[in-house]
């Protein structure tokens, strides 16, 4: 089915370690992005990418870096994972009709 | 960007009618109104989106008055599936911008 795929689903990382999640969307979507959300929060959004090559920063982009080499792809790393950024991480992609969202990534930092 | 306000909870027992509505008075002449459902664990999806008057799908109906300062997400006849947070976001689709979600409307269902 088509859609945004997040990989990993879960992950536990330790204070200062880093890590990488990938998004992957096959609708050929331009406008891909990341959000955090928090226990009982709306989403933040982190990072966004208007298109191949391009990405921006968003709300709550700090400790948080993003690539887009491939259009259908949407990288977001942590260089030094912190307590803080213990969250549920979610892509989307933009259409016509509004945000495509993954089912998430549930990263704890301990 | 155009603020929303939306109530942060409701309650309502299965097989009633749900009105949720949002007020965004500053919204954008490029703007359109989007709702969005979601479940514990689940991202956010797509419910319906309209630009004036009313829209309907299989889903909701969204009704949006002559000035657009407000919207309503109507949901008929609710069933315990229908727990979740709604989230109203007003916004020119068109380019990506630095949309945040509010906090929503949780809403909850009961027997």
């Known amino acids: 089915n088509a859609g945004v795929t997040q990989t990993p689903k879960f992950r536990v990382l330790k204070t200062g370690q880093s890590m990488t999640l990938l998004c992957a969307q096959d609708?050929?979507?331009?406008?891909m992005y990341w959000y955090r959300q928090d226990p009982g929060m709306g989403l933040r959004l982190i990072h966004y990418?208007?298109?191949?090559?391009?990405?921006a920063k968003g709300e709550v982009p700090d400790g948080y870096n993003v690539s887009r080499l491939k259009k259908q792809n949407f990288l977001l790393g942590l260089e030094s994972a912190a307590p803080s950024q213990t969250s549920v991480y979610f892509c989307?992609?933009?259409?016509?009709?509004?945000?495509?969202f993954g089912s998430g990534t549930r990263l704890t930092v301990v | 960007l155009a603020k929303t306000t939306q109530p942060i909870s409701m309650d309502s027992y299965e097989g009633q009618e749900v009105n949720i509505t949002c007020s965004h008075n500053?919204?954008?002449?490029?703007?359109?109104i989007t709702w969005y459902q979601q479940f514990p664990s689940q991202g956010p999806r797509f419910i319906i989106q309209?630009?004036?008057t009313k829209v309907t799908n299989e889903v909701a109906s969204l009704f949006i008055p002559a000035d657009r300062k407000s919207s309503t997400l109507s949901l008929p006849r609710v069933s315990l599936s229908d727990t979740a947070v709604y989230y109203c976001?007003?916004?020119?689709?068109?380019?990506?911008?630095?949309?945040?979600f509010g906090t929503g409307t949780r809403l909850q269902v009961t027997l």
């Open positions: 976001l007003v916004a020119w689709t068109g380019t990506a911008s630095k949309l945040t």
């Open positions: 609708m050929n979507h331009e406008y």
């Open positions: 309209g630009y004036k």
């Open positions: 990418s208007v298109g191949e090559g391009t990405t």
């Open positions: 500053n919204i954008a002449t490029n703007d359109y």
């Open positions: 989307a992609s933009t259409g016509d009709w509004g945000y495509t």
